[in-house]
């Protein structure tokens, strides 16, 4: 750690009161009406006594004032040890389907059946955790797409937003299409290296103005890479006038998510349960990898304000003293022994 100064030119106006001082001429002394008193004598005295020691100190705190607010302007900071951040440069939207049927209740999460968004959530906030280094975004989608998280290196505020997102919050159905058009909208300004797409579903695309198809192939032209990952379970349990029973759960468009991925140099994914959705974001960490790239960082605390406000106060003081508030002064007037101005 080292102290530095952001500004040090400004230490060149160090003597400017004193030429100040030596090229513009002195106020003229204020004269004004003469008041009787009947004890000058005695407050003369006093006064006489204030003025031959408070002119040393008001130079003295002046002084002081002006060398802190150069100082300040100087801007001191702390430098601290460079720190290594790793930086990968690539541009990560997730989307991630919150229609009805995401409510449905066939992951197996330690034991115990949860719902397939519940899954992602906690699987793909996992995912996030360890993307250090990349700009992440996060799309939501159901009966339109919707940008919830802006690309960012902020990990903690996407995780943030994906827990919070609900069934229903885009509508019950399932607009694929609009969702792979947006991220490409949001990509296509940035670097053309490492644009990559997550898209998460567990059904076909009911809905939206873009047809799936179309939007992959917008996205190759973009140099959009897109995985994605088919949610739910092969069989799920569905209630009827004699009781629960399973049937097989053929919602999924897989070949439709399948030409999606090999359209854009993506790879299609099948996770069936909690565990294969962790395995599915493993792999996606070996296909697309954090760079080992690092930037230096320095650390920088400003003190700028420790002697701008140490200059605040010795301003205050030299105000106060003007106007005499500091300075207790005895004298004694005729008739009243131990009075005080």
């Given at each position: 750690?080292?102290l530095?100064?952001?500004?040090?030119?400004?230490f060149?106006?160090?003597?400017?009161?004193?030429?100040?001082?030596?090229?513009?001429?002195r106020?003229?002394?204020?004269?004004?009406?003469?008041?009787?008193?009947?004890?000058?004598?005695?407050?003369?005295?006093?006064?006489?006594?204030?003025?031959?020691t408070?002119?040393?100190?008001?130079?003295?705190?002046?002084?002081l004032a002006?060398?802190?607010?150069v100082l300040?302007?100087?801007?001191?900071q702390?430098?601290?040890?460079?720190m290594?951040?790793?930086v990968?440069?690539?541009?990560?939207?997730?989307?991630?389907?919150?229609?009805?049927?995401?409510?449905?209740?066939?992951?197996?999460?330690?034991d115990?059946v949860?719902?397939?968004?519940?899954?992602?959530?906690?699987?793909?906030?996992?995912?996030?955790?360890?993307?250090e280094?990349?700009?992440?975004?996060?799309?939501?989608f159901?009966?339109?797409?919707?940008?919830?998280?802006?690309?960012?290196?902020?990990r903690?505020?996407?995780?943030?937003?994906?827990?919070?997102?609900?069934?229903?919050?885009?509508?019950?159905?399932?607009?694929?299409?609009?969702?792979?058009?947006?991220?490409?909208?949001?990509?296509?300004?940035?670097?053309?290296?490492?644009?990559?797409l997550?898209?998460?579903?567990?059904?076909?695309?009911?809905?939206g103005?873009?047809?799936?198809?179309?939007?992959?192939?917008?996205?190759?032209?973009?140099?959009?890479?897109?995985?994605?990952?088919?949610?739910?379970?092969?069989?799920?349990?569905?209630?009827?006038?004699?009781?629960?029973?399973?049937?097989?759960?053929?919602?999924?468009?897989?070949?439709?998510?399948l030409?999606?991925?090999?359209k854009?140099?993506?790879?299609y994914?099948?996770?069936?349960?909690?565990?294969?959705l962790?395995?599915?974001?493993?792999?996606?960490?070996?296909?697309?990898?954090?760079?080992?790239?690092?930037?230096?960082?320095?650390?920088?605390?400003?003190?700028?304000?420790?002697?701008?406000?140490?200059?605040?106060?010795?301003t205050?003081?030299?105000?106060?003293?003007?106007?005499?508030?500091l300075?207790?002064r005895?004298?004694?007037?005729?008739?009243?022994?131990?009075?005080?101005?």
């Amino acid at each position: 750690m080292s102290l530095e100064f952001a500004l040090p030119l400004a230490f060149a106006v160090l003597p400017l009161p004193l030429f100040v001082a030596m090229l513009l001429p002195r106020a003229p002394a204020a004269s004004g009406q003469a008041l009787r008193l009947p004890f000058y004598q005695a407050l003369h005295a006093s006064v006489a006594e204030g003025r031959a020691t408070r002119p040393g100190v008001r130079m003295l705190l002046a002084t002081l004032a002006w060398l802190l607010l150069v100082l300040a302007a100087a801007r001191p900071q702390f430098i601290g040890e460079p720190m290594q951040l790793p930086v990968s440069g690539r541009d990560l939207l997730l989307a991630v389907d919150i229609s009805g049927s995401m409510d449905e209740q066939d992951m197996l999460l330690v034991d115990k059946v949860a719902s397939r968004l519940t899954a992602v959530k906690i699987v793909a906030g996992n995912f996030i955790e360890r993307r250090e280094g990349d700009r992440l975004g996060l799309i939501l989608f159901g009966d339109q797409a919707y940008l919830q998280t802006p690309l960012t290196f902020d990990r903690k505020t996407t995780n943030i937003q994906l827990r919070e997102a609900a069934i229903g919050l885009a509508g019950k159905r399932t607009a694929i299409g609009d969702a792979i058009g947006l991220a490409v909208k949001r990509l296509r300004d940035q670097s053309q290296e490492n644009r990559v797409l997550i898209l998460l579903t567990d059904g076909a695309n009911t809905a939206g103005t873009i047809d799936p198809q179309k939007a992959a192939d917008i996205a190759a032209m973009e140099g959009v890479r897109i995985y994605t990952i088919g949610v739910g379970a092969d069989e799920r349990v569905v209630r009827t006038l004699f009781g629960k029973r399973r049937v097989a759960n053929n919602e999924l468009d897989e070949p439709a998510l399948l030409a999606i991925a090999e359209k854009t140099g993506g790879r299609y994914f099948r996770a069936r349960d909690i565990a294969g959705l962790e395995e599915i974001y493993q792999l996606l960490d070996e296909y697309e990898p954090v760079s080992q790239d690092a930037e230096t960082f320095r650390p920088v605390r400003e003190l700028y304000r420790w002697p701008a406000g140490a200059a605040l106060l010795l301003t205050v003081l030299l105000a106060l003293g003007a106007t005499g508030l500091l300075v207790k002064r005895r004298y004694s007037v005729p008739g009243q022994e131990g009075s005080r101005a």
